[in-house]
């Protein structure tokens, strides 16, 4: 007999099975160490902001792309984050950390009270209510500014200035969030939210409470999500409602679609695409010689082309990225057989 | 009196507006979240044609709306047909990224400056004074442009073949299509009508404050007004209208006028709570495992 036996529960449960993964980690893990000293400004700059993304990235993914909840409250919450920390920078000077565990508190306040509509509506309601709630926690922050007199948004110092040690923060910020999902999604609760994803009857006569797993997957989504906002709120060192508007939201659900729903590696790849793409969009113009001509819309642009990202993934490949990169792999692995689809 | 005429005109253009979610809910059970962009793509058709039929605002008026129309099926021959049958969450992301695409395109097009339709087609806006309240010439053509569209709409839907055919697609797709009715025709239609009526509502609002970027926060604005009505009910629409801008104008008036982005969603998320499919949906669709 040959083949990768597994005949032990700890190998079973074991994030890294093979050797030849533990290498390839290793590898990717010294590659990203190596990053900040070799990119310029510019390169680390959007690493920086990749890794930022991709725990709210991270978060969504978990709300939706595993449990099954459409959310469209996704900048509420960032907004929720960063303002927390924004108040007690201003008005008790409190320092982060103080401002990252209260953010997580009211991120995980904010979760149970966005996930109290799912216990009762389904699908497109939701959505519908997760937005209306975005739209009330953006009143409420642009409400501070205006009646404390910071009508432009808040200043915060941060307490890291250098791009290179934000990388490494951010780095962790991101890894953590990734084993913490990784965990969580092959423990008990993950299992919970995919069968209440699956059907929710046939959940609850297992045995498990749908309840209880639609407000968990609420709670700890909007936690990490509050969490990321207090960090962006240090990065960016400014907060101001007009930042958090409806179009973040649409970027991070673009994210879980263009990456792939129901696939971690889906989320990063897709914080990737979205976060490179205006960027992306810049240089083909500056290639094109279209940039000065185009440079007082470039936003509009920009839309344009997301616009047109977005339905092209919807129409074409709505596995996302990860499909195109599984369907990649299974050519290789396969060749010189070809593996057909089971369904069409 | 004042307040109350300003309840109406604001009432008069949620309800507009609402029938376009309406319909295409009511229809093929999406959520349209490019309204906004089309009801503003409508407003653009009449800058448009207003400058190319100048000195005959009549014919300009009816090419915009004959345009508003033929881009409603468009979409939906473009875009929305290959999003049957998928799911709820990837139908309405289409929805989205047709309206940033729609942004993105007319500000391409168009420039970001206000533009003014209602000068362009030679004509000015006269106030009128009303048993002691002033109204605008424009807000008046909104409450009698509403009027008409709901009534025609009635009389379509219960008096024509095709609103007949319209309404038993939304009640069972397969069944009607079982009966030889083609459901695409039918979809196509409901997405002309709902994006004509929105655009006739970006045209009005356009006339009245003048076309700029606004306009689509107001198209979001309405939609509260579709849900607390009911998504799958016109008349539901008509009083979720009615409900919303009273209870906006009268916060507006004697609370605080930061209130008025919020006050919609306050209302909707009240109703979610309470009584999730509307004043005068139906509720069997909430409750379908």
């Known amino acids: 007999m040959s083949g990768y036996f597994r005949t032990r529960y700890t190998e079973d449960s074991a994030l890294l099975d093979t050797r030849s993964r533990k290498f390839w980690l290793a590898v990717l893990l010294a590659g990203l160490a190596a990053y900040p000293f070799a990119a310029n400004v510019l390169w680390l700059e959007l690493a920086n902001q990749v890794l930022l993304a991709s725990v709210g990235a991270i978060a969504l993914m978990l709300l939706t792309g595993y449990a099954g909840q459409i959310s469209l409250g996704h900048a509420g919450l960032l907004a929720a984050g960063a303002f927390t920390t924004g108040i007690l920078f201003k008005e008790l000077s409190a320092p982060f950390w103080v401002t990252l565990p209260a953010s997580a508190v009211l991120g995980a306040a904010l979760g149970l009270l966005f996930g109290l509509p799912s216990l009762r509506l389904r699908g497109l309601y939701l959505a519908v209510s997760t937005l209306a709630l975005h739209f009330i926690v953006i009143y409420l922050g642009g409400e501070y500014e205006t009646r404390r007199g910071y009508s432009t948004g808040i200043v915060i110092d941060s307490p890291i200035g250098d791009a290179r040690a934000w990388y490494f923060v951010l780095l962790a910020a991101s890894a953590a969030t990734l084993v913490f999902a990784l965990n969580l999604l092959r423990a008990r609760t993950g299992r919970a939210w995919r069968a209440i994803h699956g059907r929710e009857a046939v959940a609850e006569a297992l045995g498990i409470d749908v309840h209880r797993a639609k407000l968990s997957a609420f709670v700890i989504s909007s936690t990490l999500t509050s969490m990321a906002g207090c960090l962006l709120a240090y990065y960016r060192g400014f907060v101001s409602a007009e930042a958090f508007s409806l179009y973040l939201t649409i970027e991070y659900v673009a994210m879980i679609i263009i990456g792939g729903m129901g696939s971690l590696l889906g989320a990063i790849l897709g914080t990737v695409f979205v976060v490179l793409f205006p960027y992306a969009i810049d240089a083909a113009m500056a290639l094109l010689g279209m940039a000065e001509r185009l440079s007082s819309v470039v936003f509009a642009v920009n839309y344009a082309a997301f616009g047109l990202a977005m339905i092209a993934f919807l129409v074409f490949e709505p596995q996302g990225l990860v499909g195109l990169w599984r369907r990649a792999r299974d050519w290789f692995a396969l060749w010189p057989f070809k593996q057909r689809p089971l369904s069409r | ?289």
Request: a neutral charge.
């Open chain 2, 1 to 289: 009196m004042q307040l109350a005429v300003n309840i109406l005109v604001l009432a008069a253009i949620y309800a507009l507006i609402c029938c376009g979610y309406v319909l295409i809910y009511r229809v093929s059970r999406v959520l349209s979240l490019a309204h906004g962009e089309l009801m503003m793509l409508g407003a653009y058709g009449l800058y448009a044609t207003a400058s190319l039929f100048s000195g005959h605002p009549i014919v300009a008026i009816a090419a915009a709306a004959a345009i508003a129309l033929a881009v409603g099926v468009a979409v939906y021959f473009a875009l929305m047909w290959r999003m049957t049958g998928e799911s709820v969450l990837a139908a309405v992301l289409a929805t989205i990224a047709l309206g940033i695409l729609l942004r993105g395109a007319m500000i391409l097009m168009f420039g970001t400056q206000t533009r003014y339709p209602l000068r362009d087609l030679g004509w000015t806006n006269a106030s009128l004074d009303i048993l002691g309240a002033r109204i605008s010439a424009v807000g008046l053509a909104l409450i009698v442009c509403t009027a008409l569209v709901y009534l025609g709409l009635a009389v379509f839907l219960l008096a024509t073949r095709w609103g007949i055919r319209m309404r038993a697609a939304g009640q069972h797709p397969l069944l009607a299509a079982q009966r030889g009715i083609g459901l695409h025709g039918i979809y196509a239609l409901a997405w002309g009508l709902a994006t004509f009526t929105g655009g006739l509502a970006g045209m009005l609002i356009a006339s009245d404050a003048g076309l700029e970027s606004t306009l689509v926060i107001i198209g979001l604005k309405a939609f509260p007004a579709a849900l607390v009505g009911g998504l799958d009910s016109l008349v539901g629409a008509l009083v979720g209208s009615l409900v919303v801008a009273a209870a906006e104008v009268l916060l507006i008036n004697y609370v605080d006028p930061l209130l008025s982005d919020v006050v919609p969603f306050a209302i909707l998320l009240a109703m979610l709570v309470v009584r999730p499919w509307g004043l005068f949906g139906t509720r069997e669709e909430l409750d379908r495992v």
